[in-house]
């Protein structure tokens, strides 16, 4: 619960996404100073490759606080010298994209405090919530804590726990998770400035990694997964990479699926891997372990996206027809 009655502590947040937003907005509300916000530098987006502003800057300069994007933070000299001038009490770090050279960690007198969006050690790295969902895992949560050299290995400040919906996505997790790590760190700056919070040590042992997600991650292995991990690797990798395969040579986008329980399934042919079952305009595929999926929503390379009976009525496929690479 957030302290009213807290000093207001003078600040710099380094920010960068969508995520970021809702812990700079509730340290605003509890009456902390933004000194400075810290964000990366405008990106071409799109299509059109038009050059946007990071939400944490588009919000930061809705309330007129001032900005700073460095290209980079490490040796530059211009931005140290205004950090130092500033003399933050406290650093707030939530999804930056930037590692925190020692200089900055060794600056404010309580430290630089980050937010990451899993329960450490589990899922250090780039990418945690996207992997919590992929792994196919009931609860994730938050982590404050106090940064260190090291990828996400410094102390756990305060945790919080979040359950994982059966059909939730990363999308959908990355709002909650953003909006519930909000106050999370709130608290946890009043626990360091009135000294009733101490930090504990990470348990090293039971790290596992979150690393960045490559495109590749997307596409589907019929042979080697069942059903299930394909459907929460698409959960997982949304909105990009997705859930992908090949039909005829052609990338073929799986926008929706799930898992396919029809009784008729077990008097099916045969099939191996990859393979699909045509079943009153239902595309049902064969996956590792004796598992099926139903997709629901696709789209074929150079064509709009469509339901599966849309899809059949444009491009005829029977039963027996193969997605993705033969098995060796």
């Not at 804590?145 to 996505?169: F, H, K, S, W, Y």
């Not at 790290?207 to 997964?225: I, K, S, W």
């Not at 396919?260 to 064969?286: C, D, K, T, Y």
């Amino acid at each position: 619960m957030v302290n009213p009655m807290a000093a207001s502590l003078k600040l710099a947040f380094c920010g960068t996404p969508s995520f970021a937003v809702p812990t700079l907005e509730a340290l605003l509300a509890a009456g902390h100073e933004i000194a400075l916000v810290v964000s990366q530098p405008d990106r071409p987006v799109g299509r059109a490759q038009q050059l946007t502003a990071p939400a944490v800057k588009q919000s930061a300069l809705a309330v007129g606080l001032p900005v700073t994007q460095p290209e980079k933070i490490r040796s530059n000299a211009e931005f140290r010298a205004q950090l130092e001038a500033i003399a933050p009490d406290a650093i707030v770090v939530v999804a930056y994209g930037r590692i925190i050279p020692p200089w900055m960690l060794a600056l404010p007198r309580l430290g630089c405090i980050n937010l990451h969006g899993s329960l450490l050690p589990k899922y250090r790295g780039a990418a945690p919530i996207q992997w919590a969902v992929a792994m196919g895992d009931a609860f994730t949560g938050n982590t404050t804590m106090l940064l260190e050299e090291g990828l996400d290995t410094g102390p756990i400040l305060l945790q919080q726990t979040v359950e994982i919906a059966r059909n939730q996505t990363a999308v959908d997790l990355f709002d909650l998770l953003a909006h519930a790590g909000a106050p999370l760190v709130v608290d946890t700056l009043t626990g360091l400035a009135d000294g009733t919070l101490h930090h504990q040590p990470q348990n090293h042992s039971f790290a596992t990694f979150a690393p960045l997600l490559d495109r590749e991650d997307g596409r589907m292995d019929f042979a080697a997964r069942a059903a299930i991990e394909l459907k929460n690797r698409w959960r997982g990798f949304q909105p990009w990479p997705g859930a992908f395969t090949t039909l005829d040579g052609k990338k073929l986008i799986v926008h929706r699926m799930e898992l396919a329980n029809s009784p008729h399934l077990a008097e099916a042919p045969s099939v191996g891997p990859g393979q699909l079952h045509i079943e009153n305009q239902r595309m049902l595929v064969a996956c590792a372990e004796d598992t099926w999926l139903d997709l629901l929503e696709l789209q074929l390379e150079g064509k709009k996206r469509n339901t599966a009976a849309e899809f059949l009525r444009g491009t005829p496929l029977a039963s027996g027809a193969r997605l993705g690479a033969p098995t060796p």
